[in-house]
């Protein structure tokens, strides 16, 4: 389902947030899912793939499920990537809320970031010129703020 060009929701080859595990292992049969290690508001399992083909550029997912739901993935790729990956993106999501380009001190390099925007969801990519991944992360809801947050 597409709206003004860009798809109705975000998604990682047709795996979109709400989607259940069941639709992962269906998209990406290579996946281990599994509990989460610590206790966590924001999800209660997560799955894996460390072999993925995402527009067109190779990488790793994770995805984050609460109550059988996907709130949450993260894409993983090289950094020589991610402009690449930026513009599959901008033709998937639309236009992004924001991107920003920024000088670092010597030892960061090019900073690179879009994000877009939608209602209580959220994708945002960012690379780093010094380091070797690029990483999106897609999520709805508080899931950023809560994922990590000790209990």
Same mark, same amino acid.
């Given at each position: 389902?597409?709206?003004?060009?860009?798809?109705?929701?975000?998604?990682?080859?047709? @795996?979109?947030?709400?989607?259940?595990?069941?639709? !992962?292992? +269906?998209?990406?049969?290579?996946?281990?899912?599994?509990?989460?290690?610590? +206790?966590? +508001?924001?999800?209660? =399992?997560?799955? /894996? $793939?460390? *072999?993925?083909? #995402?527009?067109?550029?190779?990488? =790793?997912?994770? #995805?984050? &499920? *609460?109550?059988?739901?996907?709130?949450?993935? /993260?894409?993983? !790729?090289?950094? *020589? /990537?991610?402009?690449?990956?930026?513009?599959? &993106? *901008? %033709?998937?999501?639309?236009?992004?809320?924001?991107?920003?380009?920024?000088?670092? $001190?010597?030892?960061?390099?090019?900073?690179?970031?879009?994000?877009?925007?939608?209602?209580?969801? =959220?994708? !945002?990519?960012?690379?780093?010129?010094? %380091?070797?991944?690029?990483? &999106?992360?897609?999520?709805?809801? /508080? #899931?950023?703020?809560?994922?990590?947050? @000790?209990?």
């Amino acid at each position: 389902m597409y709206a003004a060009g860009a798809h109705a929701a975000y998604d990682a080859n047709e @795996v979109a947030l709400g989607a259940s595990e069941k639709a !992962v292992l +269906k998209q990406f049969p290579a996946a281990h899912c599994a509990p989460l290690q610590w +206790k966590s +508001k924001a999800a209660e =399992r997560r799955c /894996d $793939d460390s *072999k993925i083909v #995402f527009g067109g550029v190779p990488g =790793r997912i994770t #995805f984050y &499920l *609460k109550r059988d739901r996907v709130e949450a993935f /993260d894409v993983r !790729v090289d950094t *020589k /990537d991610a402009e690449r990956l930026a513009a599959f &993106l *901008k %033709k998937r999501y639309g236009a992004p809320a924001d991107e920003t380009r920024a000088n670092l $001190d010597a030892r960061g390099g090019a900073l690179y970031k879009v994000e877009w925007k939608k209602g209580e969801e =959220r994708a !945002v990519l960012t690379t780093q010129s010094q %380091k070797n991944r690029a990483s &999106l992360t897609v999520w709805r809801g /508080d #899931f950023e703020d809560e994922i990590y947050r @000790v209990r």
